[in-house]
């Protein structure tokens, strides 16, 4: 198998791996005015790997685009960057990425960026997806929250609590 598929392999394992791992709740907490929501749905997910690399110093280093199509209560699309890394331990690796969805959010329409953090390590995996703060547009002006990503049989769902602080 070449570094490129093995990259491609341990992303797609650390994604669907980290998804059943818990979003940490939001650290500080919303306004008292602000009423927490619920979007629940679906998502059909493409990674595109990068160029590969020859140099040894980051044979270990990928980066893939993200492309994702959602339905529910996101009705939209996200574009994004991933940058992964992998160890020589089966099971440990770790990724970032960043991504815009641009859509409906319940009937909303703007947009918002995600942050992606997760690791797995040796097969033990943690995932955080949070809102970039003040990245909201359009009727999405002011959202914060996190997002949790859940795979069964390889069918890709998400549960987004969320807050707009409509000011």
Do not use: C
């Amino acid at each position: 198998m070449s570094r490129r598929t093995a990259f491609v392999v341990a992303a797609v394992a650390l994604v669907g791996l980290t998804a059943r791992a818990q979003t940490p709740a939001l650290r500080s907490a919303p306004k008292e005015s602000l009423v927490k929501q619920v979007a629940k749905g679906t998502f059909i997910v493409k990674l595109t790997p990068g160029p590969a690399t020859d140099d040894p110093a980051v044979a270990d280093l990928g980066h893939m685009t993200i492309d994702k199509l959602f339905h529910g209560d996101i009705e939209g699309t996200s574009k994004g960057e991933m940058l992964t890394a992998g160890t020589a331990t089966k099971g440990s690796a770790g990724y970032v990425a960043m991504e815009r969805v641009t859509g409906s959010l319940q009937g909303r329409k703007g947009s918002f960026i995600l942050q992606h953090t997760a690791t797995m390590n040796r097969g033990a995996p943690w995932l955080s997806i949070a809102v970039v703060p003040d990245s909201g547009t359009g009727q999405l002006l002011g959202i914060a929250g996190t997002l949790s990503i859940l795979i069964e049989n390889g069918e890709h769902s998400y549960v987004f609590e969320y807050t707009i602080d409509g000011k």
